[in-house]
């Protein structure tokens, strides 16, 4: 962060008041967690499960500089700054947008039910050829983490990349108007938060928020397959617009795909010259790939600058990850996030890969998807074929519709279902498990199977 004088950040915050010996004192990092307060930091006590004024005299007591603060005046700490404000998350907020119009980098903004945190990762690896760039880290795609991820930029940064997460309508509206993107890409829409918004089609309206903020000028990225957002896309706008896809009408597309175990190589129709390889399997990460690609040109880099770029880009963790398993068996470890549309889609680039042992999957419950919840679960045994998986494991209170469904199909020897403790999953598959097995894990985080993939990994 480049520092900031406590002045200038009452006048960000828009300070009801505040106390200090030093107004021209620096604050060269935000912290939000009493742990990481350190010398010249501010620390935004938040409110959430508990309440982060608590906390403070651990701030202080790490050497923070400043706190804001939104409880009575009476009760504001000693030997420490206090800016007061009304309110500490829509300060955190006001101070990140004063941040960014200070630094002013170019703004690039993704968000989709599914791939937005590959496509970012995707998209500041080609951008890293030509330019300063930084991006979310995690899963900072928040009202809080947006904005702690801006205030972490360096002065440097030419281009931030900016992940936009959701769980209903407004939430991509304030994160789109506090970072006023140049580029805004929706990857998909997909059933995520369907128990939140009802249908598909809420879903890609609460998405669409994001043009909200674009610039008058800036670029709108959108999956050519989807329809849905092109009959609830604003009629008025002045910004651009692209498409990508495999379909050939698209703005930008791919052909030629190939997926390996650990890479997939394709071609692109921006320079049909250079064959891409991205270190991932399946033609959705192509999908994704492809948005990075259109950014990247949107940004003048060449496709062959880009190649080396996207050939070694930085995957976040828990996503498409292959890590090796007990017994020499590999886990395809893919249980940070699921959707019906996604699991579909991994359970496709799976099935094909060649494979020296036998094939596992192990899927876990996919929340959030409200009263359809069973009969998405159920509609994924058209994905799963006995001719190309040796032994299913389903995990979780809804997996149930999925189990039910195929008994028709899979002998009872070859499918498992287990509920509730996991400890008997985990023995079951320790004990079945050997050498050259392949084992696909995929489910939403909040049903913990990262836990099982820790106990079936082996860690050097």
């Not at 309206?205 to 009959?231: T, V």
């Not at 494979?355 to 959030?368: H, Q």
């Amino acid at each position: 962060m480049k520092p900031m004088r406590i002045i200038d950040v009452v006048k960000a915050v828009k300070a009801i008041d505040y106390s200090s010996d030093n107004r021209f004192a620096e604050i060269t990092s935000v912290v939000f967690d009493s742990r990481k307060a350190s010398r010249e930091s501010l620390f935004v006590p938040l409110k959430g499960a508990t309440d982060g004024h608590d906390y403070v005299q651990a701030a202080i007591a790490n050497g923070a500089t400043a706190t804001l603060w939104s409880a009575p005046e009476e009760e504001a700490p000693e030997g420490i700054a206090v800016i007061l404000v009304k309110d500490t998350l829509t300060a955190l907020q006001d101070l990140a947008r004063a941040y960014l119009n200070e630094i002013n980098p170019k703004v690039v903004a993704i968000t989709g039910s599914n791939g937005k945190t590959t496509t970012k990762d995707m998209t500041a690896a080609v951008l890293n050829a030509k330019y300063n760039v930084h991006k979310t880290e995690g899963n900072y795609n928040n009202e809080i983490g947006l904005p702690y991820t801006i205030l972490e930029m360096p002065a440097d940064t030419e281009v931030v990349v900016l992940e936009m997460g959701m769980s209903g309508f407004g939430e991509i509206s304030l994160l789109s108007k506090l970072a006023t993107p140049d580029v805004a890409a929706i990857t998909l829409i997909g059933e995520s938060h369907l128990e939140f918004l009802g249908s598909r089609r809420n879903i890609a309206k609460a998405k669409l928020e994001i043009l909200e903020g674009l610039k008058s000028d800036g670029l709108f990225i959108y999956p050519i397959d989807e329809p849905l957002l092109r009959e609830e896309m604003p009629i008025q706008g002045d910004y651009h617009k692209a498409t990508f896809g495999i379909d050939h009408t698209a703005s930008v597309y791919a052909y030629g795909i190939q997926s390996g175990k650990e890479e997939t190589s394709f071609k692109v129709n921006i320079d049909e010259t250079v064959i891409f390889s991205i270190p991932v399997l399946g033609e959705y990460n192509v999908q994704n790939a492809l948005v990075a690609l259109c950014i990247a040109e949107h940004f003048g880099i060449s496709m062959l600058d880009a190649k080396g770029y996207l050939e070694h880009f930085e995957l976040t963790e828990n996503r498409s990850q292959w890590v090796p398993g007990i017994k020499g068996s590999q886990i395809l470890n893919d249980a940070y996030n699921a959707s019906p549309t996604s699991m579909k889609a991994v359970l496709e680039a799976y099935r094909h890969l060649p494979n020296e042992g036998r094939r596992f999957i192990l899927l876990g419950d996919i929340l959030e998807l409200g009263e359809q919840s069973e009969k998405l679960h159920a509609d994924l045994a058209t994905a799963i074929d006995p001719e190309h998986f040796d032994q299913i494991y389903l995990y979780g209170e809804e997996m149930s519709a999925l189990f039910e469904a195929l008994k028709e199909t899979f002998p009872s020897e070859r499918l498992h279902y287990i509920k509730g403790d996991k400890a008997p999953l985990v023995s079951a598959l320790q004990n079945t498990l050997e050498e050259n097995d392949q084992l696909l894990i995929k489910a939403s985080f909040g049903t913990d199977l990262l836990s099982v993939v820790k106990s079936l990994r082996v860690s050097y």
